[in-house]
């Protein structure tokens, strides 16, 4: 396909890990992102991981990247309350602006 | 640091109005993008300017339009609106030269509703 591609929902208890997936579509891309957006804000990056990497791990946060399947995911360990918003992943095909995902919306209930 | 500001926050036009948004990057940052944001289409990228060039440009019809200003400040430009114009504009700066290698900082947006 021609988009960045991910799930539209996902909905944890607190306490939980978040897996949110994602499948880009340019391969030469450097740099994959995750982006997030909390309600009436503009987005925040996260974090991203450079292409000659398979993981990168930040806090409670840990991206994994396929390159073979043009596959990212993000997961959130111990998923707060506060971690409910909008999370975009973007790739950055060459030469081009960063092209992001629609979005998931996670939602973490108590 | 402050961080990139967007004018105004809210509007209301009517159909074949015309809008300008402003975006006033962080201090520092050449760069300037705008994308705009619908439920339907997600994040659509309108164009990216650097040090007063348009460097990219998205599949957006001539309507839209933008401009950067010497102090790296950028406007948006909708002519005749249209309902489907509606949507979230965010701008977003970097201070990379290239912008596939920074990291970009966003605005909160601009909130056109099209009546």
């Known amino acids: 396909g021609e988009d960045v591609e991910q799930s539209l929902f996902l909905s944890v208890r607190e306490g939980d890990s978040s897996v949110i997936n994602c499948t880009y579509t340019?391969?030469?891309?450097?740099?994959l992102y995750w982006y997030k957006q909390e309600p009436g804000a503009g987005l925040q990056l996260l974090t991203y991981?450079?292409?000659?990497?398979d993981m990168k791990q930040d806090q409670r946060l840990t991206v994994l990247l396929n390159k073979k399947d043009k596959h990212l995911s993000l997961r959130i360990a111990d998923t707060q309350t506060g971690d409910s918003a909008i999370y975009f992943c973007a790739e950055t095909p060459a030469g081009t602006a960063l092209i992001f995902g629609k979005g998931t919306t996670l939602s973490v209930s108590s | 640091k402050a961080g990139v500001t967007q004018t105004p926050r809210y509007l209301i036009k009517t159909r074949g109005q015309q809008v300008t948004l402003s975006c006033s990057p962080i201090?520092?940052?050449?760069?300037v993008s705008w994308y705009q944001q619908t439920p339907g289409q997600g994040l659509q990228f309108l164009f990216e300017y650097f040090s007063e060039t348009q460097r990219n440009k998205g599949n957006f019809p001539g309507r839209f339009s933008g401009r950067q200003f010497s102090n790296s400040r950028s406007e948006m430009n909708v002519s005749t609106l249209e309902l489907g114009d509606s949507a979230l504009y965010l701008c977003?700066?970097?201070?990379?030269?290239?912008?596939?290698?920074?990291?970009?900082?966003f605005g909160e947006g601009s909130r056109l509703t099209v009546l």
């Open positions: 201090s520092g940052h050449r760069s």
């Open positions: 977003a700066s970097s201070s990379a030269g290239q912008t596939n290698t920074g990291e970009l900082f």
């Open positions: 340019d391969s030469s891309s450097t740099y």
């Open positions: 991981i450079f292409s000659n990497m």
